[in-house]
C-alpha cells in the first residue's frame, strides 16, 4: 500500500470510489479533481497495485490553520477493514503542520466515529464533540453532522 499526495489525475478515480461505495454524499466530480490540484497537500491517497483504493478528502480552514478538516474519507469496498483510512490519516498528520483533526460525521456512522476514536487514543489525544451543522440547516432532509475535534496532536 502507497499513500501519497492525490495528483490531479487521481480526481477521477476518487470519485468513483465515493461512487461506487454508495455511503458517502456524492460530490461533483469536479470537486474531486479540484481537491486533487489545489488543496494536495491536505489529501490523500492510498494505492494498491497502482490503483487508487481511497482517499482522504481535507482542507485547512482559513480562520484555523493549524487544524485539518477532514472532509470526506473513502475505502473501496475490497480494502475496508485493513486500516487503510487511518494510515492514510496518520500519513496527513505526520507530514503536515497541524494540530487538530476536525470533521462531522453523523451519529449513525459507527466506522468513521471508531475511526477518529482511535486517532485520538493512537495520539493520547481529547476528542470532543460540539453540534457542528444541524438537520435544519440542510436543504435536503440530510441528517445533522455533529463536529468532533482531536486534540492536542503534537
Known sequence: MVIREPR?????????VA??????????????????RDFSTTCRVALSDNEVVGYVLGYCPPERPTHLFVWQVAVRDD?????VAAHMIEHLIATSEIDALEATVEET????????????????????W?????AEHFPDGHAGEPMLQIQPLR
Open 8 to 16: 490531479p489525475s487521481d480526481g477521477a478515480h476518487m470519485w468513483t
Open 19 to 36: 461512487k461506487d461505495g454508495g455511503e458517502l454524499d456524492l460530490n461533483s466530480s469536479y470537486a474531486y479533481l479540484m481537491m486533487a
Open 79 to 83: 480494502q475496508r477493514g485493513r486500516g
Open 109 to 128: 456512522n459507527g466506522a468513521s466515529r471508531a475511526l477518529f476514536a482511535s486517532i485520538a487514543r493512537k495520539h493520547d489525544a481529547e476528542l470532543t
Open 130 to 134: 460540539s453540534q457542528g451543522i444541524p
